[in-house]
């Protein structure tokens, strides 16, 4: 299948800083990704989708100044949070279609704010 | 909006046993897309099966199948011959099209037995 690399997979940072996660397709071009937070034991809740060369769409209640997504080209979205704080420690997973209605996940972004 | 309705948070099955997993969805679209993804402790999203709403036949994947019932819109996951590795939390999801995000139930976690 195809791939979708997410990084990083950890981070850790302090209250107040920006975190920058990518989604990047391998062996595909996206003109659409996806992007969604997890809390723990929890579904997966969408927080908007990026549209290459476009701006992205935020879904209810999220914060598009506090969740910058940018979609520059056909194979990379990024999601920065900006000034973080321990409310928005959580998972955060990509995905990217790959047309024909396939969707392929990255493997994730753990976020600790301390 | 259309939601998707995982009814069973946690199941166990024996090992070697058969397990069904069910769902329910909303929508008033005619043509649709439907998925179980499987959730292991690594958090990496992975497509168990995929049905198309306009094909009556149940998809079938190995040991995975599904019931689907496009009038009572259920849509539920048989796992045979179930294995240790089975093991995870599993979500059903519904997308209407192309470049539309996943619309994910709360999951179910199944525990797999020895």
């Known amino acids: 299948g195809a791939v979708v690399s997410q990084h990083p997979s950890r981070v850790i940072c302090k209250s107040g800083t920006s975190v920058k996660i990518e989604c990047r397709s391998l062996d595909f071009q996206a003109t659409t990704m996806f992007w969604y937070r997890q809390f723990p034991k929890q579904s997966l809740m969408l927080m908007a989708t990026s549209n290459e ?7 209810q209640g999220v914060e598009k100044d506090k969740f910058l ?29 790959a047309g024909g209605e396939k969707l392929f ?10 | 909006a259309q939601t998707v309705t995982q009814s069973q948070p946690e199941m ?17 679209e005619s ?19 995929r ?3 306009y094909k009556q036949q149940n998809a079938t994947e190995n040991r ?9 819109k259920s849509f539920s996951l048989k796992i045979s011959d179930s294995q240790l590795g089975d093991t995870a939390m599993y979500f ?15 999951g179910t976690r199944l525990s797999v037995i020895a």
């Open chain 1, 105 to 114: 996940f990255g493997s994730g972004t753990q976020l600790s704010v301390l």
């Open chain 1, 69 to 97: 997504i940018n979609h520059a080209s056909l194979t990379l979205s990024t999601l920065t949070v900006t000034s973080a704080h321990p409310e928005d420690s959580s998972f955060y997973i990509c995905s990217a279609d």
């Open chain 2, 12 to 28: 166990s099955v024996q090992e070697a046993e058969t397990v069904t997993l069910s769902c329910t969805y909303d929508t008033s």
């Open chain 2, 51 to 53: 049905q198309e709403a």
């Open chain 2, 64 to 72: 995975f199948s599904v019931n689907f019932q496009k009038a009572a």
């Open chain 2, 31 to 49: 043509n649709y897309y439907l998925f179980w993804y499987k959730q292991p402790p690594s958090r990496q999203m992975i497509l168990v099966i």
């Open chain 1, 53 to 59: 060369g476009s701006k992205a769409t935020y879904e």
């Open chain 2, 92 to 106: 059903c999801a519904f997308m209407t099209r192309g470049n539309t995000p996943l619309v994910f139930g709360k």
